[in-house]
């Protein structure tokens, strides 16, 4: 344990990964491009491939840009801290790092995987589809523990979900899931607002291009976990390639200093919004996990991210705004809207969408750091010529 272990949250997203800082002489974090390194002494370099072959990390040379790449390991061990977690592994998107999950323990023998409803669409279509040779078997949250096979590898989970905001009990699913390891996407909350480890979830995914990145210009994953599992991921990164650039490495250890206050700051806006909302009459239901009565009571509020569903066209509501910016993804200093039966969800088939409440009404917004009277000016304005 560091010290920081006594200092809170904030403190931590600080200062997390650049303890060395003081001894190397430098304020910000050194970035590494190279892709390869001087390997003088073959036979001890041929021991060291075969560690990182195996999911280790031996100290010294990182051999091969595709092995490791410290700016990167900077990243990890911050959100690991930050998670909670022994460790955590970064992947080129979150798609690559829920891909090495289900690669990781299918390798293992495991190619079964629970999963509950809704999911982020790329996640939803990847355990759909089978494209990787996982089987997936689709279940309500309290029907989770009945599904649970002798083959099965992982239990997945978003909480809240994309893109209905949905909070699921973390504690309870933990329990049901016995020894599958829990796997909770915490893209939405980051850990500002919620540890899923800490409830009991073994495995916890971010895409790190929302929150964690948080200015839309970068593109990244990262699981943070136990070690034992972290070697698996690093063994499927290292034989797949699937790494995390070292630019999107510095860009996503910055962003992680200011997470705790863009989060909030996004927070208060969004509930704001929710409230403003709730009570405009172009509006048949508003989807804010801070307004709902019946709470799981794990998330420190109720997020960044409001959906709603619209009296109207929802296309003309997007087609409407000026300040805020019709386009997908979340978690960036800017207001995004969009319509998820159109986009981010798109990939899954329609009766599934429909099912999990994603219908053509329905509208998500991600809250970004504008001022919120400026951000419902111009909400309440499309909604009005919607
Ligand atoms: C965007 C997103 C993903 C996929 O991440 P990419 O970085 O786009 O690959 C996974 N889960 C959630 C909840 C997301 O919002």
């Not at 979150?94 to 023998?109: K, R």
């Not at 210009?217 to 699981?223: A, C, E, R, S, T």
């Not at 200093?257 to 909030?264: M, N």
Request: glycine share 10%; with cysteine; net charge negative.
């Amino acid at each position: 344990m560091t010290p920081r272990a006594a200092h809170s949250f904030a403190t931590r997203a600080v200062h997390a990964g650049r303890d060395d800082f003081a001894e190397l002489g430098v304020h910000a974090a050194p970035i590494d491009l190279s892709t390869t390194y001087p390997a003088v002494d073959c036979a001890g370099e041929a021991a060291r491939i075969e560690e990182f072959a195996s999911g280790a990390q031996p100290a010294g040379s990182p051999i091969y840009a595709r092995l490791h790449n410290p700016t990167v390991a900077r990243f990890e061990s911050a959100l690991a801290e930050l998670e909670g977690a022994e460790s955590a592994v970064a992947f080129a998107s979150g798609m690559a790092a829920m891909s090495a999950c289900l690669l990781a323990t299918a390798a293992a023998g495991k190619r079964h995987v629970v999963a509950v409803r809704p999911l982020y669409g790329g996640s939803d279509h990847l355990l759909g589809s089978g494209l990787l040779g996982t089987e997936v078997t689709w279940a309500e949250p309290k029907g989770v523990a009945a599904e649970i096979r002798p083959d099965t590898g992982l239990v997945i989970v978003e909480s809240p979900a994309n893109p209905t905001l949905t909070e699921l009990d973390l504690a309870a699913l933990a329990d049901d899931c016995g020894q599958v390891p829990l796997l909770v996407d915490n893209t939405f909350a980051t850990p500002v607002l919620q540890r899923p480890l800490g409830l009991g979830a073994l495995v916890v995914l971010h895409s790190a291009t929302k929150f964690l990145g948080g200015h839309g210009d970068v593109l990244g994953g990262v699981v943070a976990c136990g070690e034992d599992f972290a070697r698996g991921l690093r063994q499927i990164r290292v034989a797949t390639g699937g790494v995390l650039h070292p630019l999107a490495g510095y860009l996503l250890l910055r962003g992680l200093a200011t997470l705790p206050v863009r989060v909030r700051a996004a927070q208060a806006s969004a509930h704001e919004l929710a409230l403003r909302l709730s009570a405009h009459p172009k509006i048949a239901a508003v989807h804010y996990p801070g307004l709902a009565v019946d709470r799981p009571g794990q998330m420190d509020g109720g997020g960044a991210l409001v959906a709603f569903e619209v009296d109207g066209d929802a296309h003309e509501v997007v087609a409407a705004v000026e300040l805020i910016t019709p386009a997908v993804s979340l978690g960036s200093v800017d207001t995004l809207i969009q319509h998820p039966a159109s986009l981010t969800h798109r990939v899954v088939r329609a009766a599934d969408r429909e099912a999990g409440g994603i219908g053509e009404n329905l509208l998500r917004v991600s809250v970004g750091l504008e001022d919120v009277e400026d951000l419902w000016s111009d909400l309440s304005r499309a909604l009005d010529l919607a």
